[in-house]
């Protein structure tokens, strides 16, 4: 009865467990293993290379051009995007007559998958027949190659993924605001608080919580972001916009080099940790 | 007075602004979804009301993506994989999560680290290696492939473990005194109490499994297993001309989920903001 009662938890867990480690953990420790082995095609072996596949890469003027290309897109994206959430977060707090729909609204973008994001504003931003196009000519403006030119894709790309994904980084920051009581705010404002003050020392630390997730969900979201230059670019013009999970991709299904795709990854991963570490330690700082 | 009125001026005036910014390409999309090919260019430029105003209205592009290119089949797929994944993550999930808040066991410690983990883990990580087991495993382009290795989610875990915590731990110990079995307890006590928390875990899954586009895209080779997202990004890689049937696609990948987020928003909001803001 004793060893039965025991066995309990553990056939709760099990489903779960299993799957857990079967593909999620086991396929990061089977992709750190295949970062130091070479496939070879035409005789079907592998073989140990040790950091091999990292030396090659540190040798691959490619993959310094894509991991400048990640950190420039994620420089730029990162900040854009929490700015704009936070800016938008606070704007729908706002107590004012039909908020309910303009969150409605703003919540949209939710039900609009990545894809057809893209699909969406690659025909929106087609250079000849493209409505902003159309738009800016109707302003008296030059129109613009957007996606098709290597200085402009990548901002392309970060306008794409912001319309598509602010909104629901907004929804975090929303729900964190509407958990702030009104009576500090009253408070502070018979302390004689400034609009600025309040939103310093009452807002800021009051949200801490909810923005640090949306910082670094957000920084893991950008730093791994594949679909859009996949869909839209395919990593040009002339590379602009090839990010890391593009190119090890790339590596593993066009070029069915494993290794590369693995340390490619692998490096991703280091990044991201190395990344969000840095931003929990200083955020706490502040809190 | 006046000062709180111009305000609010603002206030609105930037609220249509924004939401115009999210509604206008939609709102293209729908409109020229039901053109025929021919006026979607005819109305492109320059921009006027009737860019976003259908005139002839036509079936066409949807008859075709359904008659000629087997979207049904594909649309068929995405909801089918979406609503077992969801059956089965629920499952798998609260399981999981009622082990944690109900027992003190050997390994608990490890094994929550695990779904912590995989719950911050993004799925890009480990897409590529997770394609070389899935091939060893035979289950390329098959629903197996599609759906198996989802099921499991540190997301769905952590969502039901946080409601079960807030739960009356006397519920339970009054069932047991009684005599019920354990799984009784789970299926028969706690889980009729946590709809709430069972719709917004079921909303999260099949949004993220509609809206998944890397893992279908390499796990399946064939037209028969194609998901929706794919056969999106189909359109702009290989066949760019169709630009109406192009945006009856989208119409068709963004109807479901709105369909659904409509009425249950609020489910969707709580399971979102539980996860961002407790630790």
């Given at each position: 009865m004793k060893t039965k009662q025991h066995l309990v938890p553990y056939l709760f867990l099990l489903p779960a467990l299993a799957g857990l480690l079967l593909f999620k953990i086991y396929p990061i420790m089977n992709g750190l293993i295949q970062s130091l082995f070479t496939n070879h095609f035409l005789s079907q072996t592998k073989k140990f290379v040790g950091l091999g596949n990292y030396l090659d890469l540190a040798k691959d003027p490619v993959f310094w051009k894509s991991l400048f290309v990640t950190l420039k897109f994620n420089l730029v994206i990162n900040p854009l995007q929490i700015a704009l959430a936070f800016g938008l977060a606070i704007l729908l707090n706002h107590?004012?007559?039909g908020i309910a729909l303009f969150r409605a609204v703003q919540f949209v973008?939710?039900?609009?998958s990545v894809p057809s994001a893209c699909v969406l504003w690659n025909i929106m931003m087609?250079?000849?027949?493209g409505v902003l196009n159309s738009i800016l000519i109707a302003l008296g403006l030059e129109p613009q190659p957007f996606l098709a030119s290597s200085s402009q894709a990548l901002w392309s790309i970060i306008l794409i993924a912001s319309w598509k994904g602010v909104g629901y980084w907004t929804l975090f920051l929303l729900a964190g605001l509407q958990e702030i009581p009104r009576s500090i705010y009253e408070a502070a404002c018979i302390d004689g608080a400034t609009g600025w003050q309040q939103f310093r020392k009452v807002t800021i630390p009051m949200i801490m919580r909810p923005l640090t997730f949306v910082v670094v969900s957000v920084t893991i979201a950008n730093l791994l972001l594949f679909s859009p230059m996949y869909i839209l670019t395919g990593g040009g013009p002339?590379?602009?916009?090839?990010v890391l999970m593009l190119e090890s991709y790339n590596s593993a299904f066009?070029?069915?080099d494993m290794g590369r795709s693995s340390a490619i990854v692998v490096v991703l991963l280091i990044m991201t940790l190395l990344i969000v570490t840095m931003q929990f330690r200083m955020l706490r700082a502040k809190h | 007075m006046t000062r709180k009125w111009t305000t609010s001026a603002y206030s609105y005036a930037f609220q249509i602004i924004l939401a115009l910014i999210v509604l206008l390409p939609i709102a293209f999309a729908l409109v020229s979804s039901f053109r025929p090919l021919d006026d979607i260019f005819k109305y492109?430029?320059?921009?006027?009301?009737k860019t976003f105003w259908p005139g002839n209205v036509t079936f066409e592009a949807y008859e075709n993506l359904f008659a000629l290119r087997g979207f049904g089949r594909t649309f068929f797929n995405t909801f089918f994989v979406s609503a077992v994944c969801v059956i089965f993550g629920l499952l798998v999930g609260s399981m999981a999560a009622f082990a944690f808040s109900t027992f003190e066991f050997a390994g608990k410690k490890t094994a929550f680290a695990i779904v912590i983990l995989t719950f911050m883990l993004p799925f890009e990580i480990i897409a590529i290696p997770l394609y070389s087991f899935v091939n060893r495993l035979g289950w390329i382009d098959s629903y197996s492939g599609l759906i198996i290795p989802n099921i499991a989610n540190g997301l769905v875990i952590f969502l039901f473990y946080q409601f079960f915590q807030d739960m009356p731990k006397a519920l339970f110990e009054s069932a047991r005194i009684d005599g019920a079995a354990w799984f009784r307890v789970y299926s028969q006590i706690t889980m009729p109490l946590s709809k709430p928390v069972t719709v917004s875990a079921a909303l999260l899954i099949f949004i993220q499994q509609w809206e998944s586009f890397l893992w279908p895209l390499i796990a399946v080779r064939s037209k028969?297993?194609?998901?929706i997202q794919v056969a999106l990004s189909d359109f702009v890689t290989?066949?760019?001309?169709?630009w109406n049937e192009m945006f009856a696609a989208v119409v068709l990948s963004i109807i479901v989920p709105v369909i659904l987020l409509l009425p249950l928003q609020r489910y969707y909001v709580e399971g979102i903001a539980n996860t961002g803001s407790k630790e």
């Open positions: 107590k004012i007559r973008p939710v039900a609009v087609s250079p000849e027949q002339q590379r602009s916009t090839n066009m070029y069915s | 492109l430029s320059p921009v006027t009301w028969e297993y194609k998901l290989d066949i760019m001309t169709y």
